[in-house]
């Protein structure tokens, strides 16, 4: 069955509603945003003054150990390698979050689609050149804000990843995505720096 991408943001979709606290409200409101554009190659508009600080931080720590990427250069870098090898596509299941005056945390199952020759770099056995396979892995992330609601860092620790080949009928494109996700962008606030 293909995933529906519009569920992508479901668990802020429901903790939104109950949050009654202004920063609190603007941080997952940021998270919001930042994934719809995040999943549609739209990572220009995530790296602006409006919603992420001027020297951002990201760590990854999976399972081939970690990668610190610090700086805006280093993180709008990061972000074209995603969309240049069209790894961008994730969708998020059975998301938790936690909200606090911190930052925010979430646990999910990630399912991110790559073309077999992205695959093949990972180790994956590919048959197919032209198939996109899909990485099934459990994410614990944990992201920090600064008093002004800007995004300041993201740490994302990855479990043992499985793949799967994707069935053509299933496989999501960025384009397809970004197509689905630009009227909840476009209805999405962007709550940075706090009035």
Not at 37 to 66: A, D, F, K
Not at 83 to 91: A, L, R
């Amino acid at each position: 069955m293909k995933l529906d991408i519009t569920k992508l943001t479901q668990a802020a979709d429901r903790l939104l509603p109950t949050l009654s606290d202004r920063r609190h409200i603007a941080m997952i409101s940021n998270y919001r945003r930042h994934a719809l554009l995040e999943v549609s190659g739209r990572y220009e508009e995530i790296l602006t003054p409006q919603m992420t600080v001027e020297e951002p931080e990201y760590w990854s720590h999976t399972v081939g150990g970690s990668i610190n990427f610090k700086g805006m250069k280093a993180i709008h870098s990061l972000y074209k390698f995603l969309v240049d090898e069209d790894i961008c596509v994730q969708m998020l299941e059975n998301e938790r979050l936690m909200v606090n005056d911190w930052g925010f945390s979430s646990f999910s199952t990630f399912q991110t689609f790559y073309p077999a020759r992205y695959a093949m770099t990972q180790g994956v056995p590919v048959d197919d050149l032209d198939a996109v396979y899909i990485q099934t892995c459990d994410k614990a992330m944990f992201w920090h804000y600064d008093e002004r609601n800007l995004l300041q860092n993201e740490i994302v620790w990855a479990g043992a990843p499985t793949y799967r080949k994707c069935p053509a009928a299933e496989v999501l494109t960025r384009e397809e995505c970004a197509a689905l996700l630009a009227p909840l962008v476009d209805r999405a606030p962007v709550h940075g720096i706090a009035a």
